[in-house]
């Protein structure tokens, strides 16, 4: 599956120096240019990493920092998320290689209106050491992926981790992609476009009483779970989020007519 898609490495608040050391150093064995870091929980530049990272130095120096996850994935169209629990997660598990086949995928055909997909970044996200990724930033993911391992103990350590996925995307990399279905379906859209969707969303659904504050946190995550599995493109979150706007505006106004009588939703 031969490709020039960049795929960048995302960390989610490490902990362990050696741990982001040792990761770095897999980008290099591997040929992954990028690593990120969200709100590191140790020096990524102290002695420890710069031991563990070894020739993979330069990706460790030049890992770029983030405050929050969707600042890390702003710019990616297809994320890919691990996680060390096989049920109760937003979306399906699934089992290597199949998610960093899809990570790799190209599109069917090139889109004239927006960015092309070699100008995205495709994301490898780990999580915590201690307790992985929550429901929340799981739901940033395009596809979830979990190491199969023997049924007594399935933890893995991160940079453990990071290399048993690394080394099968290598692998994918390494072989033919097979041409793309008639019917493929279009690249995703970046993540900063439908961060922008669930944003205007929220607030007008809040605004007619579809939500109310106290439980808006849930109800969204079912609809993110649900625009995540569809895997809109960029003209798809843009025809939505022109919808939702255009709402807004209509319900402001009907707001301030006097006489306007407000109900709830059916």
């Known amino acids: 599956m031969s490709t020039t898609a960049a795929v960048v490495v995302v960390l989610v608040e490490p902990a362990g120096a050696r741990n982001v050391g040792s990761v770095a150093r897999l980008c290099a064995n591997f040929e992954v240019n990028e690593l990120r870091l969200v709100a590191p929980r140790c020096d990524p530049n102290g002695q420890e990493a710069r031991q563990m ?22 710019d990616c169209r297809r994320v890919v998320a691990a996680t060390g629990r096989c049920a109760g997660e937003p979306l399906p ?3 290597l290689p199949g998610p960093l086949e899809w990570l790799l995928a190209e599109p069917a055909a090139p889109q004239a209106h927006q960015p092309g997909p070699e100008q995205a970044a495709r994301a490898l996200v780990f999580g915590r050491e201690d307790r992985g990724l929550s429901n929340d930033e799981l739901l940033q993911a395009g596809r979830l992926l979990r190491i199969e391992t023997g049924p007594d103990y399935g933890s893995l350590n991160l940079s453990h981790a990071a290399a048993v996925v690394l080394h099968a995307l290598h692998q994918c990399r390494k072989r033919e992609a097979p041409p793309p279905p008639a019917e493929a379906l279009p690249e995703p859209s970046r993540r900063d476009e439908l961060e922008g969707l ?19 946190h849930a109800r969204l995550a079912k609809l993110r779970a649900l625009l995540q599995r569809a895997q809109l493109s960029s003209s798809e979150v843009a025809l939505l989020r022109g919808m939702v706007r255009q709402l807004r505006w209509a319900s402001r106004q009907t707001a301030g007519t006097p006489g306007a009588q407000q109900t709830g939703p059916s």
């Open 53 to 74: 990272a070894m020739h993979g130095g330069s990706v460790l120096t030049q890992a770029r920092r983030f405050d929050s996850l969707a600042e890390a994935l702003a």
């Open 198 to 216: 669930f944003s205007d969303a929220e607030a007008l659904l809040l605004a007619v009483g579809f939500l109310y504050p106290h439980t808006a």
């Open 93 to 95: 598990v699934l089992p």
